[in-house]
């Protein structure tokens, strides 16, 4: 079983990139998208709702802006999307989908940087990390296999981007940002990739800026967090840089089974 998760920087261009031939081609059991920047009506219909597969989409009330997407395999039992906050809910940020005891959060975490790059938007994210957490929690205790994916904006070590020292007071790397990813990892979560690979040099996003992809310049700010009770059917995880289409690259895991 194959699950993916990919910030595709808008649906609507990802589409005219061949975001579906790339789907079709792949074929995983469970997708999720973060920045879709579309209403349903908008998205292609090949794309809102391909054969054979269910499809759940949750939008931001201002147009053209984050949002994201579930495509699966199997029926959806049920897909939250509140953390009842109306200031979190109204983004579009937010997808807990039930199939059996498998429970996938599909989020576009905020960015703190702010309209001025002035990380006035860091208190934001930090509290929706909490809240997010808090809603998470009782399906982890309760020994759900708990899986949380997305991008999730923050670079958690030096090792997951290419120029920590030069990014300390960049949002994405601030120690603020950094201790909230610590405190969900020292709570039980596991970063799956770490898990499997320590190298250095393996990144999910890269500026448009002075050739980053290609200079491999990046931050690994995309992840697939599991519970204790989901690492025993996680097999391997893997980011798949050589995709493109996006700023960001697809990251994902492999299962044994279905849990």
């Avoid at 949750?58 to 509140?82: C, I, K, M, N, W």
């Avoid at 989908?97 to 938007?121: C, E, M, Q, T, W």
Wanted: overall charge neutral; glycine content about 6%; aromatic content about 12%.
């Amino acid at each position: 079983m194959r699950i993916i998760s990919w910030n595709i920087n808008g649906i609507r261009a990802a589409t005219r990139k061949g975001f579906l031939d790339w789907f079709h081609t792949t074929k995983p059991d469970i997708l999720g998208v973060q920045e879709v920047r579309a209403h349903l009506p908008q998205i292609d219909p090949q794309a809102a709702q391909p054969e054979g597969w269910h499809t759940h989409f949750f939008s931001a009330q201002r147009p053209g802006y984050s949002g994201v997407g579930l495509y699966s395999r199997h029926a959806f039992d049920q897909v939250e999307t509140s953390l009842n906050t109306e200031s979190f809910d109204i983004e579009g940020r937010v997808q807990i989908a039930h199939l059996g005891s498998l429970v996938v959060a599909n989020i576009y975490f905020p960015n703190g940087n702010g309209k001025d790059r002035d990380n006035s938007r860091i208190p934001y994210k930090l509290d929706f990390y909490k809240k997010l957490f808090d809603v998470l929690e009782p399906h982890r205790k309760a020994g759900k296999e708990l899986l949380v994916m997305g991008d999730f904006n923050t670079a958690h070590q030096e090792i997951d981007l290419a120029r920590p020292k030069e990014n300390t007071q960049t949002s994405g790397f601030c120690p603020e940002e950094r201790a909230e990813l610590d405190r969900w990892l020292c709570s039980g979560y596991v970063d799956t990739f770490r898990h499997f690979e320590k190298a250095p040099h393996n990144y999910t996003w890269w500026s448009h800026r002075a050739a980053s992809r290609e200079r491999n310049v990046g931050w690994r700010i995309d992840y697939v967090l599991a519970s204790e009770s989901a690492m025993r059917y996680i097999k391997s995880a893997f980011i798949w840089s050589q995709v493109s289409g996006s700023d960001h690259c697809p990251v994902g895991v492999e299962l044994t089974k279905m849990p």
